[in-house]
Every structure is written in structure tokens, then in C-alpha cells.
């Protein structure tokens, strides 16, 4: 116990109570100046990849060496909120935990993923029979926007992270229908990985590009597992 402040409980009590306190909401999310997940318009009419205009907020002064714990604790609860499928309180803690702790790449990959591929899911499902299926494409197209600026907001925190780089390329291939854009992401994250890594960017990056060349290609995005190169 002594990593909680050696033989001083009242200073692990006052850490603990901020810690319940963090995990409670009192906590500003991870927002830009920017609508979520929306890019600019170019000025031939494309919409641009989603720049933040800040780094995002972080407790890590406040915090100190409590931040890995916090943030732990803080995922734990972007599960409960997964399993009863609130995707309100899905979004509030994954924002909560990469403000705690946005040095670790799972959280943000992971929180990415949630959002490009099971909010919309969950929507679909919600409003089956009353057009849900209809909208789906739509409402796909959406959550990997919003997906996609959450993780350049991590790599404000992480611009150094092959995995970050080549999940963004990943959700502009699979879920936009849009590999030319994947193609570069994927070639940035193929730049700066290392060891093993390199040859899962390389792969996907080759794919992108055959896909991209194919004049007969589905506009809607190529069908894919949540796992991507940058996996451990």
C-alpha cells in the first residue's frame, strides 16, 4: 500500500475522493472547435479530414502518476455503459477517459472503434421497421466521421503512433467506401511503425490501393473486422 502514499491515509483518502469524483462527470470532455466529427469542405467540394484546432484538455498536473489508474477505472465504465447500449453515456466516458489518460493508444483506437461500429448498430437496431435499414448507410457514414475526428484528436497527444495513423486509413477504407484517402493514412502509419508492424501497414496499404484502382468498386465501403494493423 505504500504506492498509495506510503503511511499517509488521509492524503490516499482526499486522492481517492478526487478520483470518484473525477469518474463521476467532473470532468470536461474532449471537445475541439470543431463539429464532432465533421470535416471542412475543400474548395472543390470534399470534405477535408477533421483538423482539431487544439490539443485537447488533460488532469494529467492534477493527477501525477494516478492518471494510468484513473484512466482504467474511467474504461471500466465506458463498458457498463457498452453492455446496457447507452450511447450518450458511450460517447461522455470514452471523452471522460482519454482526458484522463490520453497517452494510451487503446483508449482512443478502442473508443474509435465503438463509435464507428457499434453506435450505429445500435441505432439501426433501435429503429428497425421504421426505416432503420434505410438509414443505416447514412448513420454508418456518420459514426465513422465521428470516429475519425476522435482519433486525430489522439494524435495530438500521440503524433508518433503508427496504430492511431492506420486505424484512421482503416475507417476511411471500410466504412466511407474511400481507400485513395485510406491509402495515405495507411502509408503514414506504415512510415512510423516499427518491427512486425510494418508489414500489417504495408499489407493494408497494398489492398487499398488495388482497391482504389478498381473502376467497379462499391461506394459504400469494403466490409471488415473491427481488428486493424495496428493491433498488438
Known amino acids: 500500500m505504500r504506492g498509495w502514499c506510503g503511511r499517509h491515509p488521509g492524503r490516499r483518502l482526499a486522492i481517492g475522493l478526487f478520483l470518484l469524483g473525477v469518474l463521476g462527470g467532473v470532468v ?132 508518433e503512433d503508427p496504430a492511431l495513423a492506420g486505424e484512421i486509413g482503416r475507417l476511411y477504407w471500410q466504412r466511407l467506401g474511400d481507400p485513395e484517402r485510406a491509402v495515405r493514412f495507411l502509408a503514414e502509419a506504415e512510415r512510423l511503425a516499427d518491427g512486425g508492424r510494418v508489414s500489417g501497414f504495408r499489407r493494408w496499404r497494398i489492398l487499398a490501393e488495388l482497391e482504389a484502382d478498381r473502376p467497379d468498386r462499391p461506394g459504400e465501403g469494403t466490409p471488415g473486422g473491427r481488428s486493424g494493423p495496428g493491433d498488438p
Open 28 to 159: 470536461p470532455g474532449v471537445q475541439d472547435r470543431q463539429s464532432p466529427g465533421a470535416g471542412r469542405e475543400a474548395e472543390d467540394g470534399r470534405e477535408e479530414d477533421p483538423v482539431p484546432r487544439e490539443r485537447p484538455a488533460s488532469l494529467g498536473r492534477a493527477l501525477g502518476g494516478f492518471r494510468p489508474l484513473a484512466g482504467d477505472l474511467s474504461w471500466l465504465r465506458v463498458y457498463e455503459a457498452w453492455l446496457a447500449r447507452e450511447p450518450e453515456a458511450v460517447r461522455k466516458r470514452i471523452r471522460q477517459t482519454v482526458t484522463l489518460f490520453p497517452e494510451e493508444s487503446f483508449f482512443w483506437r478502442e473508443g474509435a472503434r465503438i463509435l464507428a461500429y457499434d453506435l450505429p448498430v445500435w441505432r439501426a437496431g433501435r429503429a428497425f421497421g421504421r426505416g432503420g435499414e434505410r438509414s443505416y448507410r447514412r448513420w454508418k457514414g456518420e459514426a465513422a466521421r465521428e470516429a475519425i475526428a476522435l482519433l486525430a484528436r489522439g494524435r495530438l497527444h500521440r503524433p
